[in-house]
């Protein structure tokens, strides 16, 4: 079946621009996350949403960040005002909410900020 | 202290040998544990699963778990050029499925 995907897979901004990256899950999957990855670094937790709310968004970086998940499917996430320090490939994965299940990661938008 | 350690590398084994890669953990009570292959340039990609202390085999790849000694490790056999990666490890947080800690992942290298 169809996996996670992302779109724009490539996004380059002038700084201080706002930015929507988007997340489309494998169907049924009810928990979605998204990570950063810096060049040559491990990912970066942002935010996860179980259904449409977010129970933990400890990861997102400052206020400038901020995601929605609606009808329990796809996913936005939006930079505003961007900086250079936020370039980086940004991942999103799903699985099946509890449980012992895997998560499956998207191919990635790579975020360049000019 | 990272909640997940793994030694960055880079490991190198000529092909045909046996690559071990080993990754700790800091929460005793975590219940999952990931091994994730990333290509240069791609995302991360689901190589085992494995729940239960033990071995658990998948091909040429086997994950051995050790919950009292809190660690995970991935044995890759008969190693491949096609092998050479970063490979990433993952761990539930305790008592939460939903939540996942990486590190940073160990870089493979396999020389024909």
């Known amino acids: 079946g169809a996996g996670v995907s992302q779109s724009p897979s490539n996004k380059v901004t002038e700084k201080g621009k706002d930015v929507e990256l988007r997340c489309d899950p494998i169907s049924g999957h009810t928990a979605l996350y998204w990570y950063r990855q810096s060049l040559g670094q491990g990912l970066e937790f942002l935010i996860y949403?179980?259904?449409?709310?977010?129970?933990?968004k400890s990861g997102l970086p400052s206020d400038r960040f901020s995601a929605e998940r609606t009808g329990g499917s796809v996913s936005t996430l939006t930079i505003q005002r961007t900086q250079q320090e936020d370039s980086a490939v940004y991942l999103c994965?799903?699985?099946?909410?509890?449980?012992?299940?895997?998560?499956?990661f998207g191919p990635g938008t790579r975020l360049t900020v000019t | 202290q990272k909640e997940v350690e793994q030694n960055s590398g880079p490991l190198s084994v000529p092909e045909g040998a046996i690559a071990s890669l080993n990754c700790t953990y800091s929460?005793?009570?975590?219940?999952?544990f990931f091994w994730y292959r990333q290509y240069s340039g791609k995302s991360p990609e689901l190589i085992m699963s494995i729940y239960s202390n033990g071995d658990k085999e998948d091909g040429r790849f086997t994950a051995q778990l050790n919950k009292a000694s809190q660690y995970v490790s991935l044995l890759i056999r008969d190693s491949q050029p096609s092998d050479s990666a970063t490979y990433l490890c993952?761990?539930?947080?305790?008592?939460?499925?939903?939540?996942?800690?990486f590190g940073s992942g160990t870089k493979l290298n396999v020389k024909p």
């Open positions: 929460d005793r009570v975590s219940q999952s």
């Open positions: 994965a799903s699985r099946f909410a509890g449980g012992a299940y895997e998560q499956y």
């Open positions: 949403f179980q259904g449409n709310s977010a129970p933990d």
């Open positions: 993952a761990v539930n947080e305790a008592n939460n499925f939903n939540k996942f800690y």
